[in-house]
């Protein structure tokens, strides 16, 4: 799924700038965030971090070139005849 | 979009007094029992294609045609119309949205389907079968799908603290 070890560790650096700047668009003095409320944005925050790492390595990008090349949804009796 | 349609899905519904409040239709509260059915099924709806298509009545190629049209999406509203206008607009937000979640697949929309056979794409992740395994872990194995479906979970939780839901009650 990754080419480089370092994209889950990247990931993470994205997280934490993601769920930084939502709990800080969100967290007012009246009602501020408690540590698991916060832990529950970093933790889900790691979905699209770990998504923007994605995008620095390049087994994703060859996964996608390599899918694009195939059309899933030819007629399957074609496809069967053509192997 | 997979997964991150269920995210999308409950975030709409969380929008529901703000949608139905600006159609000038009656108010729908926000994840309401009304509100949560309407959107999940309205949003699911376009996928239901893929029944035809397990049970040997229509080709893969059916899927991401016909449900996926403004036309599906407007005459789903208007059927809806008569029995509850709140419904109407709120079926025809949650497929609009979904269009827009799937406009990331390479495998196109054919939004104005049947004037036009001409497929919309951002093209961000490359379409790999309307269901099964191979389908749903070819499609985490792109970024961009990481990035918008996991985004849509960020984008609900920051919901449910705004509308003060467990657990940000």
Redesign the interface.
Known sequence: MFEYRRTPYLGLVFAAAIGFAVTWLLETPERPLTLAQAAIFYALSYLPGLGLAMLTDPAPRKAKAEYLKVDFYAPRDVGEAGE | MQVGHLALAGTIASFAPEITAAAGVPRVEAWSVESLAVVFVAHYLPNFDVIPIKLGWA???F?CSYSHTLLFAAAVGAALWPFNASWAVLAVVSLLLHFVADSGS??GLPLLLPFSRKRYSLYL??????SGWF?FR?TY???????????M??VL??RC??LRVW??S
């Not at chain 2, 992740?125 to 309307?130: I, K, L, N, Q, V």
């Not at chain 2, 194995?141 to 985004?151: D, F, L, M, P, Y």
């Open positions: 080709t893969d190629r899927h390479s495998v992740w490359a379409d790999t079968g309307h389908a070819s194995q792109q970024a961009w799908t990481w990035v918008t479906e996991g985004g979970f960020v939780a920051a603290h705004q657990p940000f």
